[in-house]
């Protein structure tokens, strides 16, 4: 089965991460030959290429400049009569409004990836709603429940986005090692937040929370996450400003955009991201179970389907005072810290395992859009 994957790939987050872990998770599906095409070039196609993938290069489109996506357009269209792909999946709504038609006029079956939730308004989701997709894959089931608000007649499936484990098996040398490029003595408790400097992801609640935890000793947080447009740098410079007004900045580490993320988890204590608008998914949760690290989270979006009682805690939305109580009794209590813990790599390989994963979506293709079945499946694990 040979797959086109569609996307803009200008920026880099939870979706760029997922079409990163596919390419490198290809050898564990072999039925599935993924391929993709892009528009732009930067973080995203340079790692798929270093994952061995193969990368069409579509061509810059910008919406306000209608010559460029017909070029895209004459692009693709030239790529999928000589392709000979059996699939194409589009990813995001911008995606589908550029390309979804051009797909559907090559008879090749189109399948709508829904990586967030939609309203069926706006000028984007009403031009992607004019091309139909065959099947649409929510990547939660909080983002399945809105799904008929763009395409009511498709049918939709749920699947969790593969994660790979990116922990390194001698995590207490790595604390180590992390710990002192930052000075961090090894009984600092850290709490981490590692996701795009969007407001929706909660760092202010953070900050906020933090501001009231000044008089307990012993800890300090890293915000992880570069800017990466206009707006996200206005936004870092306020948190870094309301960091100081608290008078927490000495112990408010903000780090930028790290491609050794999986080294800053092995060396923190606690993921803290206490969103104030639903998380479609979340992928970066998952990565902190893989490292270990209990989750402290609200209760809204995706978070519940991944957050339970045996790896981290869920607090009501938009309440920093929830949040600041969460965190102390973690902070001081290292046997519930060590507890949480316990359960974290079983939650997130039980959710997320690629084999486990990629197996489903081979399955969802070959039946929903009855391709090709599949030879072989590797086995799965029980949980």
Known sequence: MKILHLYAGNLFGGIETYLVTLAKTQTLM????????????????SELQQAGAIV??????????PWTVWAARSRLKALLRQG???????????VQAIFGAVVKAQKLPLVFSAHDTVSGRGWLEQWAKR?????????????RSTLKLLYPSSPSCLLYHPVLNSADPDQASLRRSVRSQFQTPDDQV??????RLEPWKGHRLLLSALGQLKDVPNWETWIVGGAQRSHEKAYLASLQAEAKALGIDGR?????QRSDVPNLLAAADIHCQPNSGGEPFGIAF??????GLPIVTTAIGAAPEIVNDTCGCLVPAGDPSAIAQVLKRLMTDATERDRLSQGCVDRAVALCDPAQQLSKLCKILSLELSLEAPVQTPKLTTR
């Open 252 to 256: 408010v580490k903000f780090l930028g």
């Open 190 to 195: 850290v709490m981490i937040q590692a996701c």
């Open 131 to 143: 091309t139909v997709p065959h099947l649409v894959i929510a990547n939660s089931d909080f983002t």
């Open 56 to 65: 069409h290069e579509l061509g810059a489109v910008k919406v306000r400049k």
């Open 286 to 291: 998952i990565e902190a179970l893989y490292a």
């Open 84 to 94: 000979h792909f059996d699939v194409v999946i589009a990813h995001a709504c911008w």
């Open 30 to 45: 072999p039925q599935m030959q993924h391929e993709f095409g892009l528009c732009f070039s930067g973080r995203l196609m």
